[in-house]
């Protein structure tokens, strides 16, 4: 494991000290802990990006989309569990 500084304004630094020891951890181990979730965080928002840029993508190139309409009435039926046919991808294409 590699050792790394890190400089905080005191008052970041006595905040991260009394969360961690209302969580009963060290204040290191607090500052792992955040860093750890901050950095998945990132990596998740940064796939969500690259999905959504995908998808657009292809609903540009293909031209189809699910009318938004359709796919509520779908989502509704399956949350109350009836069964319905899924939305049929439509041209948006004039």
Do not use: C, N
């Amino acid at each position: 494991m590699s050792t790394t500084s890190l400089k905080l304004p005191d008052e970041l630094k006595q905040a991260a000290a009394e969360a961690a020891e209302k969580l009963g951890v060290s204040p290191h181990a607090f500052m792992v802990e955040a860093i750890r979730t901050a950095a998945l965080a990132a990596r998740k928002r940064s796939a969500f990006v690259a999905d959504a840029l995908a998808a657009r993508a292809e609903v540009m190139e293909s031209g189809k989309a699910y009318p938004a309409q359709d796919v509520h009435d779908y989502v509704r039926a399956r949350v109350e569990g009836r069964r319905i046919a899924k939305p049929k991808a439509r041209s948006w294409r004039g």
